[in-house]
């Protein structure tokens, strides 16, 4: 923080605009950092420049990158007490109570140097500032919960997967996580049936939870009790991209047929389509080929030819209505799009997926990239093995649990990012530091007799 200050990036305007297209808890977070700001400026007599955002003091935004790197400490120190704890030895306690916290601060430090943004996550006005603390706390409470089955422990997890939801509902893995992690324990252990009826329940309340918030929210705010816009556009990319001309026979709604044709011919006329790098490769497309194609032209499809192709219809359908509007109209149509291209390609989806897959879980530990993607298998091939020789000595419940919760998020958040956009860096990071605590936990142990 004291090198980089606040970072802003392109995504951060609509976090401070309070878009409808933005989840509730960050915006609010920052509103409330600049209501804390103003309120000492209005005690001191002396008002702050507004350089780095208009209507937010400078001071409101040095606020939040303070909380969240306080967060991200904390953070840090918890995920070192956690792994202390989990082993009898005392040199590997000490070991793991500096290295696991060191796993979780470089990692928060790849996107200033990895991937040269010249910033840490802690320091962006992004959501990543407070997602990626959050999720790995998350995974340390529901490891304890899944140990114990108290309620201490079930409170905990709730709390922050409301958190995790209202902050960024991309993370609704977390939730999948939560139920399948808990119904397979349920099930291995054979615990009583009405524990398996509790995590169900107690996952829809959360989830429920979190809807009536946010409806509340945007009800407070903008006047409708509605969810956040856009979260359909993602998918919708994904399918555009696949598409042929022909798809538009599958769409019954006129006016949406031909608003298709328009945003598949502007896509394939810029090269932005699955055709295009299959046309253009002389024999099958690798897998670095086509992902990096996707990745590429992902958000071009999205921000310069969906959006721009449905909003000047819905503007010119519908004169006089208002921004908030348009948007409601624009998810709506990404959704019926959707349902008419969802089964078109069943075959290119599937192989979009599988490549995506393996993508995702690469950048979950590592980064895509050919001189890396060796490095990657044979560390999870060696992680499988650990935990494979943990789990036949017996030694040490708690650590195996870990390293499976670990692994299945880590197979879950590829195959559901990879389902529904591409898996950059930035959505695949959280379980990374928590992965490589657990490896060197789990190799130190394997040398215990």
């Known amino acids: 923080m004291y090198f980089d200050g606040v970072k802003l990036y392109p995504d951060s305007t609509s976090y401070l605009t309070a878009d409808s297209s933005r989840e509730p808890l960050y915006p609010l977070v920052l509103k409330a950092c600049a209501a804390v700001s103003r309120f000492f400026e209005s005690i001191s007599g002396r008002t702050g420049p507004q350089t ?55 990692t928060a430090l790849l996107n200033r140097f990895a991937a040269q943004r010249a910033s840490a996550y802690h320091t962006c006005i992004l959501t990543e500032g407070i997602s990626y603390p959050l999720v790995i706390l998350f995974m340390i409470s529901l490891c304890g ?39 397979l324990t349920v099930l291995f252990r054979r615990y009583p049936v009405k524990r398996a009826v509790w995590i169900i329940l107690s996952a829809a309340a959360v989830f429920a939870a979190a809807f009536l918030l946010e409806g509340t929210y945007n009800r407070a705010l903008r006047g409708r009790f509605m969810q956040h816009t856009g979260g359909s556009e993602g998918m919708c990319c994904t399918l555009v991209y696949l598409s042929d001309g022909e798809d538009a026979s599958r769409i019954s709604d006129p006016g949406l047929s031909e608003n298709f044709r328009t945003i598949h011919r502007l896509a394939e006329e810029q090269g932005f389509l699955y055709t295009t ?117 017996g030694k040490n419940g708690p650590l195996c649990r870990m390293g499976l919760l670990i692994l299945w998020t880590v197979l879950l958040n590829s195959a559901v990012v990879g389902a529904v956009i591409y898996p950059q860096p930035r959505y695949m990071i959280y379980m990374m530091p928590l992965f490589y605590s657990q490896l060197a936990a789990m190799f130190m142990e394997s040398g215990v007799k």
């Open 277 to 393: 790098v299959e046309n253009a490769s002389s024999g099958r497309t690798s897998a670095m080929e086509l992902t990096t194609h996707f990745a590429d032209n992902f958000d071009e499809i999205g921000f310069h030819i969906l959006r721009p192709v449905f909003l000047e219809t819905i503007r010119s359908d519908n004169p006089g209505k208002s921004d908030l509007d348009a948007m409601i109209l624009l998810s709506e149509k990404e959704k019926q799009l959707n349902k008419a291209l969802l089964a078109a390609h069943p075959g290119r989806y599937f192989r979009l997926w599988q490549m995506n897959f393996v993508k995702g879980a690469v950048n979950s530990i590592l980064r895509y990239h050919r001189l890396l993607n060796a490095a990657a298998a044979l560390l999870f091939i060696l992680y499988g093995a650990l935990l494979a020789l943990g789990a036949r000595r």
């Open 145 to 183: 919960f899944l140990q114990s089955f108290r309620k201490k422990q079930a409170a905990y997890c709730a709390v922050l997967l409301l958190l995790i939801l209202l902050l960024r509902k991309q993370l609704m893995v977390c939730l999948l996580v939560y139920v399948s992690a808990g119904l």
């Open 52 to 106: 780095l955002f208009s209507g937010y003091p400078d001071t409101s935004l040095y606020l939040a990158v303070i909380l969240q790197s306080v967060l991200c400490a904390f953070t840090a120190w918890k995920t070192g007490r956690f792994y202390s704890a989990l082993s009898k030895n005392p040199v590997i306690r000490h070991v793991l109570f500096y290295l696991a916290p060191g796993a979780v601060c470089f």
